[in-house]
């Protein structure tokens, strides 16, 4: 075999096995589809929680209401309790491993802040339909999905090439995060308790991890960059610093 046959037969199985990304696309991927099966089948009050880095500032939680309804939720209100218990009851329960009671088909009592008063009121919790829930992010969908199928597409005709793993790699983490990103989460879920560390595994975690894989991404497509071959961790420190970032 020629030193041009043996380049090429490695550079085409030169990855990892591909039951192992087969297996981390499942665990990145799933619990995004799971998100958004339950915001089919569940009831909900329609409303979006609006992500406050420094919340303490004031009690509760902004929302944000598309269409809102009279006598519900309206934009700009800040919620302070569902159903009798505060917001931060509610979202301290399901990682202190407290069972939430389950949100039924009927009304739901919300407190909430609005214009410098509080005022509570009844809220009936229905399903969403899906071209409602669609239309909201209709264009950001289609991305998703058209660069995952890409993914999915590359890594069935090369599953053992490390730049084909990476493709579906991080189009998957790409999927698996802004699916649940911009599917947002609404007070009511808050009452579901496993949806909130849902929500926090694809929104937040899996956000941290795709800025790191968007520099790893990088360095392995098309072919490994030669700075690699002296310097095999600097792909992990891309990883560190999307943290540090996040953190600071």
Not at 32 to 61: K, N
Not at 67 to 93: E, F, K, T
Not at 189 to 197: A, E, F, T
Not at 200 to 218: D, P, R, S
Request: net charge positive.
């Amino acid at each position: 075999m020629s030193e041009s046959q043996r380049t090429k037969t490695n550079t085409i199985s030169d990855g990892a096995h591909p039951l192992l990304v087969l297996g981390a696309v499942v665990v990145i991927v799933l619990p995004a589809f799971v998100f958004l099966g339950a915001r089919l089948l569940l009831p909900g009050d329609g409303a979006q929680l609006q992500f406050e880095p420094f919340r303490e500032v004031e009690r509760g939680l902004l929302v944000n209401v598309s269409r809102p309804r009279p006598g519900g939720l309206q934009d700009g209100d800040r919620v302070i309790a569902l159903a009798g218990r505060s917001v931060d009851q509610w979202m301290a329960m399901p990682f202190r491993g407290t069972k939430n009671a389950p949100a039924g088909q009927g009304p739901v009592t919300y407190t909430v802040r609005r214009n410098n008063q509080v005022v509570e009121f009844s809220v009936a919790l229905s399903r969403q339909p899906l071209p409602e829930i669609i239309g909201r992010n209709w264009t950001s969908y289609l991305f998703l999905t058209y660069l995952w199928a890409i993914g999915l597409v590359v890594f069935a005709l090369r599953p053992r090439q490390t730049s084909a793993q990476g493709v579906l790699l991080f189009s998957s983490l790409l999927m698996g995060s802004g699916l649940i990103f911009f599917l947002l989460i609404q007070p009511s879920d808050l009452m579901h308790g496993w949806l909130l560390p849902l929500w926090t595994w694809g929104a937040l975690i899996l956000y941290i991890v795709f800025a790191g894989a968007a520099i790893h991404f990088v360095l392995i497509f098309p072919s490994k960059r030669a700075v690699l071959r002296h310097r095999p961790s600097l792909p992990l420190a891309g990883y560190l610093g999307s943290l540090l970032l996040w953190v600071l």
